[in-house]
Nanobody, 117 residues
């Protein structure tokens, strides 16, 4: 079992920045990849960014490329999402996800990000 705890959400004005953190605990040696999804009411969960635990390959949704940066701290088993130039359409609940080598998915509880115009 893997537990994920997110932090760093909040309210920010358009153009501002926020940094999300996701700390993993438990059977973390089995982790293959970690990342972030987001969801707004009435919409499907949307992929935001992902990072390979083993080789550091990074992936972004087109909607956040150039504005968001995902990074990792392997020693702390933590990933971060630096969000710059935030837009009102970035408002969502952001959830951390981790997948193990068998591609089982583990989710955090989610953190609200609200961007005011």
């Amino acid at each position: 079992q893997v537990e994920l705890v997110e932090s760093g959400g909040g309210l920010v004005q358009a153009g501002g920045s926020l940094r999300l953190s996701c700390a993993a605990s438990g059977r973390t040696l089995s982790l293959h990849a970690m990342g972030w999804f987001r969801q707004t009411p009435g919409k499907e969960r949307e992929f935001v960014a992902g990072i390979s635990v083993s080789d550091g390959n990074i992936y972004y949704a087109n909607s956040v490329k150039g504005r968001f940066t995902i990074s990792r701290d392997n020693a702390k088993i933590t990933i971060y999402l630096q969000m710059n130039s935030l837009k009102p359409e970035d408002t969502a609940v952001y959830s951390c996800i981790a997948r193990d080598a068998q591609l089982r998915a583990y989710w955090g509880q989610g953190t609200q990000v609200t961007v005011s115009s």
